[in-house]
Each structure stands twice: as C-alpha cells, then as structure tokens.
C-alpha cells in the first residue's frame, strides 16, 4: 500500500480485504501494509520490486508524479489489474469559517488569491488540487498564484483547517465525511454532475456557476511481468468481487461509483488517462 493509514488508498485496499475474504474469493491471509512517504512513490516502488503476490492501490498520482517529474515510474512499470471505482472530490473550510460558499471563495480568489492558503495531500498535481485549480481556472483565477499547502494525508489537512494554519482544503468526499459528520468542517461544494440524493445539501459546482465535473478513480496493480494466469486470476477474481453485496456495501457506505474496469481494459484507460492529464496539466500551468 502506497498511503497512509485512514487515508483513499488504505481505505480501497481495507475494503478489497474485507470483501475477497468475507466472500471466500481468496484462500488465506490478505494483509494490508502501508509504506509512507514521496506521494506514493515509496509504496509503489516497494510493489516494482517484488516477485511475490504483492499488490498495490493505485490512482491518478501514479500518473502526475511522473509528469511533474516527481517520478521515474510510470503505470507500464507494473502490472495493471482493474480500476475498482470512482468517487467525487470536495471543498472544506472549517465549521466557523467565514466562507460561506465556493462562488464566494472563488470570486475572492481571483481579486486576492494570496490571502487564501489551501490545503492538498499527498503531493500537487493529484485530483485534489487539479480539480480545485480546473474550477478555479474556469471562473477567471490564475492557477499559479494560488497558494497550495501539502500534507502527508487528509487527517493532516483537516488539522491544519481546524487550527486555521489553512483557509481551505480540497479533498474526495469520503476522506472528508467523516469530518463533515462530526460537524467540524462544511462541505461547500461537490464535484459531481449533480446533487448526491446522500448529501442533498451540498451544491455542485456547475450549480455555483463553475462548468467543472470531475471523477477521481482508484484502481490496483502488481509488479511488472506478472504471469497470463496470475493476471487471468485476478481478472476472474476482482470480476467476481464488484458483484458481491460486501463491495456493494462499501460502494453505498463511501459514495463512490461503480467503475470496473479488468486488465487489459485498465491499460487501456490509463493510456488514455495520460494523454488526458498531460493536457490538463499543461492547460494548468504545471
């Protein structure tokens, strides 16, 4: 595992865990181990240089790493084996914060964008901040001038929120929630196509008058070399897990979307994801 404990990945990989073996898809133990450190980097270095059944939780950082020139790994240094789901990204302030929506704080952004500090984790260029600088850039505010701060994990980036270190943080819904539920941030708005019937309350952005939706996917690897039927049983393996009422369970519980997708349909995507970031990022001014 690539991130920290609590955080989107070592949830994905805890709920993978938990519905292969409550399902008796896998026989014997399945451990979740967490390698911290460089945006994943550490972590999926670690999965490279394995011969064994290792894998690893994946997501578009694995992509943005390499195109920020953070990273000399790329996804064809290792085994692609399934994208397992997507989920929506948000933006928090503080529950006592004077901000009262994101068409606010975005109109604030543009006339004085150094007076807001905002809060990202693991590392910019992950969906985290590139949803943020899409919107902003959208509604007239220049992505270089606004002021990102990195923390290790979500946890981090709602401390600094609560103890005013940052004004604002974007994040994905389900690192947020819990936070939300225990009514110490606001969600100000959500980036999905529309309302989720969960969270009537909270606006998206095209409703804020800001053209942007915008999915961030997680999905699995192995090492490089992997064998056709290691591969082959992975494919019928994660087939069979989406379907399973426990990771329809974990799909409800997190408000993610189903977005399966088996092998040799993930090297595809991430092929096109490529190509789609390096454009983002240029448009972006990384």
């Known amino acids: 595992m690539a991130g920290s404990i609590g955080g989107g990945w070592d949830i994905t990989a805890q709920m993978i865990r938990d519905s292969l073996?409550?399902?008796?898809?896998?026989?014997?133990?399945?451990?979740?181990?967490?390698?911290?450190?460089?945006?994943?980097?550490?972590?999926?270095?670690?999965?490279?240089?394995?011969?064994?059944?290792?894998?690893?939780?994946?997501?578009?950082?694995?992509?943005?790493?390499?195109?920020?020139?953070?990273?000399?790994?790329?996804?064809?240094?290792?085994?692609?084996?399934?994208?397992?789901?997507?989920?929506?990204?948000?933006?928090?302030?503080?529950?006592?914060?004077?901000?009262?929506?994101?068409?606010?704080?975005?109109?604030?952004?543009?006339?004085?964008?150094?007076?807001?500090?905002?809060?990202?984790?693991?590392?910019?260029?992950?969906?985290?901040?590139?949803?943020?600088?899409?919107?902003?850039?959208?509604?007239?505010?220049?992505?270089?001038?606004?002021?990102?701060?990195?923390?290790?994990?979500?946890?981090?980036?709602?401390?600094?929120?609560?103890?005013?270190?940052?004004?604002?943080?974007?994040?994905?819904?389900?690192?947020?929630?819990?936070?939300?539920?225990?009514?110490?941030?606001?969600?100000?708005v959500i980036s999905s196509d529309e309302r989720l019937k969960e969270l009537p309350e909270i606006p998206t952005w095209t409703e804020e008058g800001i053209e942007v939706v915008f999915e961030h996917w997680r999905g699995i690897m192995g090492p490089p070399n992997m064998a056709k039927d290691e591969i082959q049983f992975w494919d019928e393996t994660f087939g069979e897990m989406v379907q399973t009422e426990e990771w329809q369970q974990t799909i409800e519980q997190y408000m993610w979307k189903d977005f399966y997708m088996n092998s040799s349909e993930t090297t595809e995507f991430l092929e096109e994801q490529s190509k789609m970031y390096e454009e983002l990022m240029k448009g972006s001014g990384k």
Not at 130 to 159: C, M, R, T, W
Request: negative net charge.
């Open 21 to 188: 073996l409550s399902e008796n898809l896998i026989d014997g133990e399945i451990q979740v181990v967490n390698h911290l450190g460089a945006g994943g980097e550490l972590g999926w270095k670690y999965t490279q240089q394995q011969k064994g059944p290792v894998l690893a939780v994946n997501s578009s950082l694995l992509i943005t790493n390499h195109l920020l020139g953070q990273s000399q790994l790329t996804y064809k240094d290792f085994t692609p084996l399934a994208i397992l789901a997507t989920e929506w990204e948000v933006v928090v302030v503080s529950k006592d914060s004077s901000i009262k929506s994101a068409n606010s704080l975005i109109e604030n952004l543009k006339d004085a964008p150094q007076n807001f500090k905002i809060g990202v984790s693991p590392r910019l260029g992950n969906d985290d901040q590139l949803s943020f600088v899409l919107a902003s850039e959208q509604a007239g505010a220049k992505p270089e001038e606004l002021d990102f701060h990195i923390y290790e994990n979500s946890a981090q980036v709602v401390e600094a929120l609560l103890e005013k270190q940052i004004d604002v943080a974007s994040m994905t819904l389900s690192e947020a929630k819990k936070y939300y539920d225990l009514d110490q941030v606001k969600i100000l």
